[in-house]
């Protein structure tokens, strides 16, 4: 995805030269120029409940350190995901619904019907099946030549995990890491590369795709893949009757366990590529793969943020947040909070706390694939010390998408060691 023609250039962006109350971090290309930990740094030092009045919908509130962001989480009685979760809304005329963007007792109801999918029994059941296609598709890797990372191996292994979850038809599992990207490629995180109509469009197709699917698994007897679960439950049967809340469900899903996990195996190439030392520690000992994996998560937060809308007036550190306004939670900043995270720049694969972080939110909709993505990335790195003992060699800059949501890597080449 290209930068944005209308992008202001970088030398208007300098987080530290801009006068505090201009600062705007909800800009799609700061994470793509490097800037966005810049921009949280000066929030969380200076002004940790932050006023922007120009965000991409309105206004917004941006709480960037660790502790408050946990108690907004926690607060979901003041604090609704109603409509919309991300910095701007979703346009009148195409605002899909699903779970994560509802209060109770919808948001309940509907995360209920999917949770087996990915329960822990279902994870343990599929593990073995995990590590054989994990091993499939690093042995077949070239060796001794550069080759993209993210498309062999990031989008490869999680989509053929998503396709399981849905019972995917194999030969078309492609289409969901396409319309993973064409869902986040919306202007209300930031990015400008599709006009809203072609998303539109595309997401249609999408919708048509699985009602299809839908029609089957209703008449089949129930399974444990997402789409079974939902047309079997008597709560949800009748999703499919309300598109919009259909399709708004699929791209939560579809999204939540792509693109998420695709950025933390590409991230945590590029942080032992730069950490050879946390590698090293790696390979001594694989079993320190269950707390790379949480330290991966927290470095890359392939989440930004979410966004909630206040119930009710709320005072909070001295500020007024009023009925209405938007909150915006910066997860990447409170997994960088230097009051919390002891040298929280630095990549530490063996810290004793490695799953204190806020990557995967808190609350009634904190993540529901957190071990479904751990123990994909688990398995990810025990295989990779198994066959490569040099590691990958990251040989050319990662590219980066545009968004104030979805942290992504789009190419990363590397090599691996004839
Ligand atoms: C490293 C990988 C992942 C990260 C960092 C991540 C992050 C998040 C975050 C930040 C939230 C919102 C939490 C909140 O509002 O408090 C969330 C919700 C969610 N995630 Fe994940 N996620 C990941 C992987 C997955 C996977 C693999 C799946 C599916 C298999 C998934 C499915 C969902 C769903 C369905 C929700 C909505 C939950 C609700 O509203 O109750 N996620 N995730």
Request: hydrophobic letters at 40%; glycine letters at 6%; a negative charge.
């Amino acid at each position: 995805m290209s930068m944005s023609a209308t992008a202001a250039p970088a030398s208007q962006l300098d987080p530290w030269a801009l006068p505090l109350d201009t600062l705007d971090p909800s800009d799609g290309t700061l994470y793509q120029r490097g800037l966005l930990h810049e921009y949280m740094r000066r929030l969380r030092r200076e002004d940790p409940v932050h006023w922007s009045p120009t965000g991409p919908t309105g206004p917004y509130w941006s709480v960037t350190r660790f502790d408050d962001i946990v108690a907004i989480d926690s607060n979901h009685r003041a604090f609704s995901s109603d409509r919309d979760i991300t910095v701007g809304d979703a346009p009148d005329d195409f605002a899909p619904r699903n779970f994560i963007a509802a209060d109770p007792p919808t948001h309940d109801m509907q995360r209920k019907s999917v949770t087996p999918a990915v329960a822990p029994h279902r994870l343990a059941e599929l593990e073995g099946l995990i590590r054989q296609r994990t091993a499939a598709v690093l042995d077949a890797l070239p060796r001794g030549e550069t080759f993209d990372w993210v498309d062999r191996v990031s989008i490869e292994l999680t989509t053929q995990f998503l396709a399981t979850l849905f019972d995917f038809p194999w030969e078309d599992r492609r289409l969901l890491p396409y319309w993973s990207d064409v869902t986040t490629s919306a202007e209300q995180v930031g990015n400008t590369s599709l006009p809203a109509e072609e998303r539109e469009r595309i997401l249609m197709e999408c919708l048509a795709y699985f009602t299809r699917l839908w029609a089957e698994r209703a008449a089949q007897p129930p399974k444990f893949d997402f789409l079974s679960l939902l047309a079997h439950n008597p709560d949800t049967r009748d999703m499919v009757d309300e598109p919009l809340e259909f399709l708004g469900n699929l791209m939560l899903l579809i999204v939540g366990g792509n693109d998420t996990t695709r950025n933390s195996m590409s991230g945590g190439v590029i942080f032992m590529h730069d950490n050879p030392g946390e590698f090293a520690k790696l390979k001594a000992d694989p079993g320190l793969a269950a707390s790379a994996v949480p330290e991966i998560i927290r470095y890359q937060s392939p989440v930004a943020h979410m966004r909630r809308t206040a119930l009710e007036d709320v005072e909070f550190h001295g500020r007024r947040i009023r009925k209405g306004q938007r909150v915006v939670m910066w997860y990447v900043s409170g997994n960088r909070d230097e009051s919390v995270i002891e040298r929280p720049d630095d990549f530490i694969i063996d810290r004793p706390r490695p799953r204190h972080h806020v990557a995967f939110g808190f609350g009634i909709h904190r993540c529901m694939g957190n071990r479904a993505a751990e123990l994909q990335l688990r398995i990810l790195w025990e295989e990779i010390v198994k066959r490569f003992p040099s590691g990958i060699e990251v040989v050319g800059e990662p590219e980066r998408n545009m968004s104030n949501f979805i942290l992504g890597i789009t190419k990363l080449p590397v090599r691996i060691a004839a």
